[in-house]
């Protein structure tokens, strides 16, 4: 087998359950009983029992072993585990591991969850150990890291705050449209809301920067044969890949150009599909920069014209490129490491589109014939980067 | 000398230790003539082993630069920069005699060896 094999995993196993519980603020809960409580409302959203799990996947930054200490909560014995902590794209990362033991036969249920209350307890939470040559300097990560990155793209492509700012209102736009979403209920936001919030590392300031929340979310993954005959519309996972390059941002190659582009290509020759072919586009936007970045590296345009492809709000609701429809990590949640929100919004928006009923949303939240979604995660600092294609059956 | 250890401390002691003395070394690879930040105990990415350490010139051009804000009494903003010195190896560090948000990508810097929190660092000075 080599590099030209790797179909090989395409539109083999699915989801067939997903959730999220204790989003927003969950005071008086713990990341755990979060994380947990998110994984029955899955299994329940997918009519599978719980013993018949026995693939754990998990991460959260309040555990060191959480598929260990997820699966002693949830009473269960896996045959396969996978902890891995690569950051906020773990789940997605999860998720190929839990592709290649199901297709390999290893399980036959697997379930990928999070949970965090970080909200509650005080404020963004990390396990992330001091960086060696860095930490002296006491940058405040991980703001800092992005703002290094947002200084180097504005300085090579003469992208503005203004440029930036953009992301977040497109961003505001679509949770506005979302029950779900913490901002909901919080009005929209101006280009002068953005740049007159309070600076926090410049060229950032706090509109820039992602909600600090409490949540948890879970999905159930099975074989693609037995996903058929559950209670939803299955969702299957066409292409996934991952790359990282550094861990530390003064070890990142290139500022302004991330691994995405790498996990992207390989995740998008997985699926047969190309960026341009996705209905719904779910980024990690765990800072307006990333979804500048993000888009350019996935595809949907050349190295620097993000600028000009979200002008106008052709991001937002209205717009041309359906992206972050849940209002992403800047104004849906963030309760510390996003990535199986992206994964969620891709694929409700994709059982929507075939008659689930996966929640309300006001007029024009639900995208209308969506068939193909990419989740996009990130992790560390632009570190880790993961891809997932998803699809409904006539897509495979 | 521990087995299989090649010298008496590691590479981030070794280099701490020569900031302790007044000295900026960087590690080159004598194999591939190149420079390589930050210590380690081989080449990153092909892990050739036959390193030197070299005093660095301390010269370096602003990569990207932030400034951090912070409360007046926390210590007030302060400046967090990428350099990329001249020897090629990309480093944090500050940038300071200038206000923290007035550093420019492109700069020229040179690097003097200050304390931070009572602990020798490099800081760099716009040239």
């Known amino acids: 087998m080599n590099q030209n094999d790797i179909n090989n995993l395409r539109g083999k196993t699915a989801v067939v359950g997903l959730a999220e519980s204790g989003c927003g603020i969950a005071s008086g809960w713990s990341a755990m009983e979060i994380m947990a409580n998110s994984v029955h409302d899955a299994l329940d959203d997918a009519g599978i029992k719980l013993n018949e799990v026995d693939g754990v996947f998990a991460a959260t930054a309040f555990h060191s072993m959480a598929a260990m200490s997820l699966s002693e909560y949830l009473g ?3 045959k396969f585990a996978d902890g891995s902590q690569i950051g906020g794209s773990s789940f997605l990362s999860h998720i190929l591991t839990a592709a290649l033991a199901l297709d390999a036969g290893l399980i036959n249920v697997a379930v ?3 949970g965090s209350n970080q909200k509650s307890i005080g404020g963004f939470k990390t396990i992330s150990e001091a960086m060696p040559y860095e930490a002296q300097y006491e940058p405040r990560m991980p703001v800092t890291a992005y703002a290094l990155a947002a200084k180097r793209y504005m300085h090579e492509f003469g992208a503005s705050r203004e440029d930036l700012a953009n992301v977040a209102v497109s961003a505001r736009d679509w949770a506005l449209l979302n029950p779900r979403a913490y901002t909901y209920d919080k009005g929209p936001l101006t280009i002068e809301d953005v740049l007159s919030a309070r600076p926090i590392v410049d060229p950032l300031g706090k509109l820039d920067c992602c909600l600090v929340t409490d949540g948890g979310a879970a999905v159930v993954m099975t074989r693609s044969d037995r996903a058929k005959d559950t209670k939803n519309t299955p969702i299957y996972l066409l292409g996934a890949a991952m790359e990282h390059h550094h861990r530390m941002v003064s070890e990142m190659p290139d500022l302004v150009r991330t691994s995405a582009i790498d996990s992207s290509q390989r995740a998008f020759k997985m ?3 190309k960026a341009t072919d996705m209905d719904t586009i779910q980024l990690y936007d765990a800072f307006t920069i990333n979804t500048l970045l993000f888009l350019e590296d996935l595809g949907f345009c050349k190295k620097g014209e993000a600028i000009a492809l979200v002008k106008n709000n052709n991001i937002g609701p209205s717009g041309s490129l359906k992206v972050n429809t849940n209002g992403g990590g800047l104004s849906c949640v963030h309760p510390g490491m996003y990535g199986l929100f992206v994964t969620l919004e891709a694929i409700r928006q994709l059982r929507n589109s075939a008659g689930d009923n996966v929640g309300e949303r006001l007029n024009g939240g639900w995208i209308d014939n969506a068939k193909l979604s990419v989740a996009h995660g990130n992790g560390g600092v632009l570190s880790s980067q993961v891809t997932n294609v998803w699809g409904v059956s006539e897509t495979l | ?9 590691g590479p981030e002691q070794q280099f701490k230790n020569y900031l302790s003395e007044g000295k900026f070394m960087i590690q080159r690879c004598k194999s591939l003539d190149r420079f390589f930040f930050h210590p380690r105990v081989a080449f990153p990415g092909t892990g050739e082993r036959d390193l030197e350490w070299v005093e660095a010139s301390g010269i370096g051009t602003v990569h990207s630069t932030t400034c951090n804000r912070r409360l007046p009494e926390k210590g007030g903003d ?8 001249d020897e090629g190896p990309r480093m ?3 940038v300071e005699g200038t206000e923290p948000d007035k550093v420019e990508i492109g700069q020229k810097v040179k690097a003097r060896i200050s304390s931070l929190n009572g602990e020798p660092a490099i800081i760099f000075d716009i040239l």
């Open chain 2, 1 to 9: 000398m521990p087995e299989k250890l090649q010298g008496s401390v």
């Open chain 2, 92 to 94: 944090m560090a500050r």
């Open chain 1, 112 to 114: 990928v969850a999070y």
């Open chain 2, 78 to 85: 302060f400046n967090l920069s990428l350099i990329t010195l």
């Open chain 1, 76 to 78: 269960l014995k896996p």
């Open chain 1, 271 to 273: 699926s047969s599909y």
